[in-house]
């Protein structure tokens, strides 16, 4: 199952992909669904990852980079930690993030993340993703999906998957050099969406 034309050729997207870090295995892919059947937001998600997996396979580049649904991936790794081919489908939703931000499919959204990131971590001294997200939401305008993220939210808060208060560190001051150095904001970002950290595997 390839992207390619009646020569063979690969998609240049689909090359593009298989170039970034989380999308090495992506051919290997041969849709058997426990990404999705793992993944705790999937009614949230318009395609799912299964099906996205799919379409960087066709190379359906706009359809991807488009999609809201890399936006949504919560970053548990369920679906990488199961997946039995191996494919870091979490780290490869943050490389369809900032593919989607270098291209201009998800337009100065990296920038405004990157500020609600930092707001964040000068308030706690560490991540506290509730109130990232509804600074981020905030910031580009987009309350609908803000409000939409809500019933999700209570659910993963429900099953312990987000922390109902912040956690603070003793001395946070350092972190506030954040709020007044955009190029430092655009670098965390950046990080964060590409490589967030992982869990464990669940026996």
């Known amino acids: 199952m390839m992207a390619s034309n009646t020569h063979g050729v690969l998609n240049p997207f689909t090359i593009e992909v298989l170039e970034t870090q989380g999308g090495q295995l992506v051919l290997q892919c041969y849709q058997c669904g426990t990404c999705s059947g793992s993944c705790p937001v999937i009614d949230e998600m318009e395609y799912g990852p299964r099906r996205i997996l799919y379409m960087i396979q066709m190379g359906m580049e706009q359809a991807v ?18 997946c ?8 490869l939703m943050a490389d369809l ?3 989607a931000t270098v291209k201009g499919y998800a337009r100065d959204k990296e920038a405004e993340f990157g500020q609600a990131f930092a707001e964040t971590i ?19 305008l987009d309350v609908k999906s803000l409000v939409e993220m809500v019933p999700l939210g209570l659910k993963m808060l429900a099953k312990g998957k ?25 670098r965390v970002a950046t ?10 595997a669940e026996p």
Do not use: Q
């Open 65 to 82: 980079l488009s999609s809201k649904d890399i936006w949504r991936c919560v970053s548990c790794y369920s679906c990488a930690n199961r």
């Open 84 to 91: 039995p081919r191996g494919i870091e489908i979490t780290d």
């Open 97 to 99: 993030r900032r593919l």
């Open 122 to 140: 000068a308030a706690h001294g560490r991540l506290f993703e509730p109130e990232l997200l509804m600074r981020y939401y905030l910031r580009v």
């Open 162 to 186: 987000l922390p109902f208060l912040p956690e603070r560190i003793d001395d946070p001051e350092d972190m506030k050099a954040m709020e007044v150095a955009p190029s430092t904001r655009l």
């Open 191 to 200: 990080v964060f969406l590409r490589r967030p950290e992982k869990e464990s």
